[in-house]
C-alpha cells in the first residue's frame, strides 16, 4: 500500500513508495500555513510508506490557494494506494466543503488544532520571520486596547474560530468523517495521535512509538529513521520556532475571547482539547 500525494501528478514509473522526505515538501509547498502541526503529522504518515487504502484529505487553514488548479492535476489513484492532500487553507475557506464534497462525498477529513491564541502566536511569529517590520502582535490583535476590542478580522485571530468554521464544513460533512488531531498531543504524543489517524483510516496501525524520539535541541519529536535513508530527522527550522513575548493582559484577554468559541467547538466535535486548562496550570 502507497501514499499518493493529490498534489503532484503521477506516472505509472513515479509510482513508487512516496518517501517521508517529498511528504514534507509537499507540507511545504504552501506559503502561508496553518500552524497547528499538520505538517509534523504528515511527517509522521511519512515515516512509513504501507499505510494502507483510503481517501484522505487534509484539511488546514490560512491564505488562499488555487485549488482549481489542484483538483486540475490531482493524480489518478490506483489501487493499492491512498491519496493524501494538506492544504492549508480549506478549513477556513467558505468555498472548500461544497467544493470538495462535491467532488468526493466519501472522502475523510482531518483537521489539526491547536490552541487557538497559541496558533495565532504561532502564526504572527511566522510572519514576523518575513516581515520583521510589522507591528507587535499586541498592537494587531485589538482593533481598540483601551476598550479591549479584539480584531477579530485578523486572520491570525480569525483562523482559530474553529467552531464557526466547522459549522460551515458539518453542513457538508457528517463528524464522523472529520478526526480532529490535537495538536498539544502531537507533540507530547505523536505515535498516539497517529494511532488515532491510522485508526480514523482503517489502516493497520504501523506507525507507532518506535518511529519518534524527542530531540531536546530541537525541543519536539524527531523521526528516527525515515525509511528513505538511515539518518534521524526533525522538522525544518521553520517548525517550532520560538515565539517573541506577548505580554501577559493580552493573552488573557485572547483566552477570554476564545472560550465560548473553544466551548461549542468542543460540543460540537465531542472532544475536549482542554485549552482552558492550559490556562489554569500556566
Ligand atoms: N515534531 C514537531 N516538530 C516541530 N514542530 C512541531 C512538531 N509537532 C508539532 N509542531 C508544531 O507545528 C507547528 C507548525 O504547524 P504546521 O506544521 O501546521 O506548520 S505550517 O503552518 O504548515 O507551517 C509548530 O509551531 P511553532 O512552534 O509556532 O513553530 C510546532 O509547534
Sequence with gaps: MQIQDMTTSVSPEKDKKVQAASLQNV???????????????????????????????????????????????????????????????????????????????????????????????????????????????EVLAFKNRTLGLIDASWSAIRIGLYALHLENWLQFFPLSQILFVSG???????????????????????????HFYFNKTKGFPCLKKPEDSGAPRCLGKSKGRTHPRIDPDVIHRLRKFYKPFNVMFYQMTGQDFQWEQEEVDK
Excluded at 49 to 58: D, I, R
Excluded at 116 to 121: E, L
Excluded at 188 to 198: L, R, S
Aim: hydrophobic share 40%; charged share 20%.
Design 27 to 137: 507540507g511545504g509547498m504552501w506559503q502561508h500555513q496553518l500552524r497547528f502541526g499538520a505538517v509534523s503529522l504528515w511527517d509522521g504518515g511519512g515515516a512509513v510508506s504501507h499505510l494502507g487504502e483510503a481517501k484522505c484529505c487534509f484539511v488546514g487553514t490560512r491564505s488562499v490557494v488555487p485549488f482549481l488548479c489542484k483538483w486540475n492535476v490531482m493524480p489518478k489513484t490506483v489501487d493499492g494506494q491512498i491519496t493524501m492532500e494538506k492544504t492549508p487553507s480549506y478549513f477556513v475557506t467558505n468555498e472548500a466543503p461544497k467544493r470538495i464534497h462535491s467532488m468526493a462525498k466519501d472522502i475523510k477529513l482531518i483537521v489539526v488544532v491547536r490552541n487557538p491564541v497559541t496558533r495565532a502566536i504561532s502564526d504572527y511569529t511566522q510572519t514576523l520571520s518575513k516581515k520583521p517590520e510589522i507591528p507587535t502582535f
Design 184 to 210: 498539544e498531543r502531537l507533540i507530547v504524543d505523536p505515535a498516539g495521535e497517529m494511532a488515532k489517524v491510522q485508526d480514523f483510516l482503517g489502516l493497520t496501525r504501523v506507525v507507532t512509538e518506535k
